[in-house]
């Protein structure tokens, strides 16, 4: 199992992967190329902002919101509950 240190570095790696490949978008834009070969490359981008978003949840879980359950503190769980229906909510839309 990847301790959260390790899962942070690795989010961080894949938001400077995906800063390249945002930054080759532009690139392609500016020498007007083919627009399906740009749609394509938006779509790899959004997939790898959709693997950065389940590494942050998957952290989250482990760590805020598990750490809130196990606390005395109902109002904390409650809010972190909360805070996770929303999140999820507002992705089914």
């Known amino acids: 199992m990847t301790n959260r240190k390790d899962r942070r570095s690795n989010v961080s790696k894949r938001l400077a992967r ?17 627009c399906i070969d740009v749609i394509t490359q938006t779509k790899a981008v959004a997939a790898a ?7 942050l949840l998957k952290d989250h879980a482990g760590h805020c919101l598990a750490s809130a359950i196990a606390s005395d503190d109902i109002t904390e769980r409650e809010t972190k509950v909360a805070e996770l229906i ?5 992705n089914a839309r």
């Not at 902002?49 to 590494?55: G, R």
């Open 18 to 34: 995906i800063e390249g490949q945002v930054r080759g978008l532009q690139k392609m834009i500016d020498e007007d190329r083919y």
């Open 49 to 55: 902002l959709k693997k950065v978003e389940a590494e």
């Open 86 to 90: 929303d999140l999820l909510q507002k």
